[in-house]
């Protein structure tokens, strides 16, 4: 079946560092990937989206671009803050976002001032 | 604000019980979406529904169960309750572009 696999952290950087975490995927047909975000004792938001190889999408600063050949799906933002410590889920449908989700395990991000 | 409200907020019941969680999507959204998020499982899609019929199922147990009325909010129904159920549930919904819109969840403990 269908999987998501990233770091789970917890993961602690300075503010103004470079982020990236890891995301790769399994998937039996041409998923669409996402990235959601979950701050403390709120629900997820969907940060970005891309539904075919070689897509980047970004949202906020923050970027990911669909590798079909390497099944990744790596977040990446250039100068982190404060408001960025969150949760931050990778997943994946095989039905564009209209099924059920596959989530990973979630990676806390820490930013220290 | 994503538009999709959940009640109660908190659930504090004992095992052997049955609770029911309620989900209002957003204003148009046919879809909804149950999952569950335990520190063990991680993130689980549970069930959809679609306009009032079940659309997929996930990792549901079979004390689990849904269903979504003709004013489109939907309920997810907990039954002999085991202490491993303790999670917290979210509901999820999604119009045409298929973009799910999550609620704040409902924290469910059972002691």
């Known amino acids: 079946g269908d999987s998501v696999t990233q770091m789970e952290g917890p993961v602690t950087l300075s503010e103004e560092a470079f982020l990236t975490i890891n995301c790769t995927y399994t998937a039996t047909g041409y998923p669409s990937l996402f990235w959601y975000v979950q701050y403390p004792g709120e629900g997820l938001q969907l940060l970005l989206k891309a539904t075919k190889a070689d897509d980047k999408g970004s949202n906020k600063g923050f970027e990911a671009t669909y590798r079909k050949e390497t099944t990744?799906?790596?977040?990446e933002k250039g100068s982190v803050q404060v408001s960025d410590s969150a949760v931050y889920f990778c997943a994946l449908s095989e039905g564009g976002g209209a099924d059920g989700l596959t989530f990973g395990k979630g990676t806390h991000l820490i930013i220290q001032p | 604000d994503s538009g999709v409200t959940q009640t109660p907020k908190h659930l504090i019941t004992a095992t052997g019980q049955r609770v029911t969680l309620r989900c209002s999507p957003r204003s148009g959204d046919l879809s909804v979406y149950w999952y569950q998020q335990s520190l063990d499982q991680g993130l689980q899609f549970l069930i959809q529904y679609y306009n009032g019929e079940e659309r997929a199922k996930g990792n549901i147990l079979e004390r689990f169960s849904a269903q979504q009325f003709p004013d489109l909010h939907s309920?997810?129904?907990l039954s002999?309750?085991?202490?491993?159920d303790s999670a917290?549930?979210?509901c999820a919904s999604s119009g045409s572009v298929g973009e799910q819109f999550f609620g704040p969840g409902t924290r469910l403990t059972v002691l």
């Open chain 1, 72 to 75: 990744s799906f790596h977040l």
């Open chain 2, 75 to 77: 309920e997810l129904n």
């Open chain 2, 80 to 84: 002999s309750l085991e202490l491993g």
């Open chain 2, 88 to 90: 917290l549930y979210f």
